[in-house]
């Protein structure tokens, strides 16, 4: 891999797991947030164990995507949580186009093909564990 290639690589991992990093980061100082999952996962007739998967989508994840250790398992999670955040949350703005011309669902969309296109590329040469 060349050297461009791999500060790409680099750049996108920061962006991607630094962004989604605030929103666990948001979770973990406001635990009234999971409570409201709780009750959204409950209402799906999931446990309510489940929701607590949004620490490890938004707080685990994006920690090994920035260092790059197993990468391209936390581009993985993060894709599967933001699976979970559009059906729990999500699911009424799926066609819903915003007043300035964007897709509701923007920010969701980068997180969860973000996370997948990690998955697939996986880290670069610039990372704890380059795979």
């Not at 920061?14 to 635990?31: A, D, E, Q, R, S």
């Not at 915003?98 to 997948?116: C, D, I, M, P, S």
Request: aromatic fraction near 10%; glycine fraction near 16%.
């Amino acid at each position: 891999m060349n050297a461009s290639d791999a500060l790409g690589k680099l750049i996108f991992r920061l962006t991607l797991g630094g962004l989604m990093l605030f929103h666990g980061v948001y979770k973990i100082t406001n635990p009234g947030v999971v409570e409201h999952i709780k009750g959204r996962v409950v209402d799906l007739g999931l446990p309510d164990i489940v929701a607590y998967g949004v620490y490890v989508g938004e707080v685990l994840a994006p920690i090994l995507v920035i260092i790059g250790l197993f990468a391209r398992i936390g581009g993985l999670l993060i894709a599967v949580n933001m699976v979970f955040a559009i059906l729990l949350m999500h699911m009424g703005d799926l066609t819903i186009i915003t007043g300035e011309g964007g897709w509701k669902l923007e920010l969701q969309a980068f997180y969860l093909f973000g996370g997948l296109a990690l998955l697939f590329m996986g880290s670069g040469d610039f990372a704890a564990r380059p795979d």
